[in-house]
C-alpha cells in the first residue's frame, strides 16, 4: 500500500515530489529549534503557521518546501546556521531568523517508517519528507546544542 | 513586524509594469529580486527585510545598471548598493495567502533595523536564475572572468556523458570543475536529468533552501 505524507495535497502538485532519489532511512540527524522546543519546530516552512511564505509569484512555492530542513551532523547544522546569519546585512534579518528558525540545534532520531529523505549535500543539508503517521519527531529528541556556542 | 508610519498613502502605479527576472539572494524562499521595469527598462530591487504570520515585507527601488553589475562582480557589498541607490525606496508588505493583491507605498522614512550595517558581498551560491539576470544585465554569463555559459554547457555535457556511461570530468579545467561541482550541488543535479537530454535548455538555479 502506498503510504501518505504530511502535506500530501501539496506534494501532489509537483512533478517528481518527493523526489526521485529519496528513500527510507534509520538515521541521526540535526534539526534547527527553538527552546523549548514544539511541533512548531517540525513544521516544513511552507507550513509553518508563524511565519507568512515568502512568496511573490508561484513559482516560490517548490516541494522542497514541505520538507523538512535537516543536517546530518551536529557540525553541519551549527556551522550552516553560523553562515546563513553572516549573511544577513541588517537587523531586522538577523532578528527574524532567529525568531524563525530558533537558535538550538536538536538532534533527532528518525526511522524507515517516518519518511523519506534525500542524500546529504556537501554542506550537510538534507530534506526529510515525513508520512502522514503518528509518530512525533519531538519525542526522539536526544540532545540539544546552542548554535551560538 | 516593525511599523511604519511615515509613508504616503497613495499607491504607486509600478507594480503593473514590473517582471521579475531572478534572485541575487534566495535563502529559504527569496530574499533580493531583482526586477525590470518594461516601459522605462529600469532595473528596480525587492529587498525582503521583515515578516509576521500573515506577511513580508519589502523595501523597493530603482538601482543603476551599473552599480548592480559592480555588485554581481563583487566591486561593493550590498550595503554600499543599498546607500548608493535608495534616496528613493518603496515598500510593500505581500500576504502569503493574496501573494497578487499587494500595494506598493512610496516610504519618507526608514526604520534603523531596515538599514544594512554590514558589508555582504554577492555569492553565486545564494542565487537563482543568475543565467537571466546576467542575460538581461548584457553581461554574457561573464562575471569575475569566469564564462557561466561555458560551465553550464560542460554541465550538460557532463550528464550526456554520465547518461551514456561515460565520465569527462577529466577534461575539465580545475576552475571550471570547482564551479561545476558547486553548480551541481545546488542544483541537485541528479535530480534534474531531464534537463540534460535538452540540450539548449540550461539548468535554472534553485538558491539555498533551508525549510
Redesign the interface.
Known sequence: MTKRFKYQEYLDKYK?CP???CAEQDLIAYR?VHQPITEDDFR???AD?????????GD?R?C??Y???LFKDANAAIT?YRK?Y????????R??FKE??GTFSAKISITKNDGVS?MP??NG?F?FFEYDVDSNLVDTVSEILDNFV | M?SLDKYDNEEVQLKNSLV?IGDL?N?????L?VFKNITSQDFYL?D?????????RWLIYKVDKKDLIHFLKTKI???TLFEKNSSTLYFTD???EE??AFKIFKLKGL??????????LF?LK?SKNLDKILKNLNLDNNLNGVDYSKEYNMIELTFKAELTGQNISHLWPSHIKANVLNIK??N?L??TQPHASKSNRLPEQ?G????
Open positions: 517528481n523526489m526521485q532519489d534547527w516544513p516552512i511552507l503557521p508563524n511565519q507568512a511564505n515568502k512568496i511573490i509569484d516560490d517548490m522542497t518546501g520538507a523538512l530542513s550552516e546563513t553572516e549573511r544577513f546585512d541588517r537587523p531586522s534579518k532578528t527574524r524563525g528558525k534525500d549535500k556537501s543539508h530534506h | 516593525e521579475r539572494i535563502i529559504d524562499g527569496p530574499m529580486v525587492f525582503w527585510v521583515d515578516n509576521n504570520n500573515k506577511s513580508n557589498s550590498y550595503k505581500i500576504e502569503s501573494f497578487q526604520p534603523l533595523g531596515y538599514k544594512p550595517d554590514k558589508d555582504v555569492d545564494d550541488i545546488q541537485n541528479n535530480y534553485k539555498l533552501v533551508l525549510q
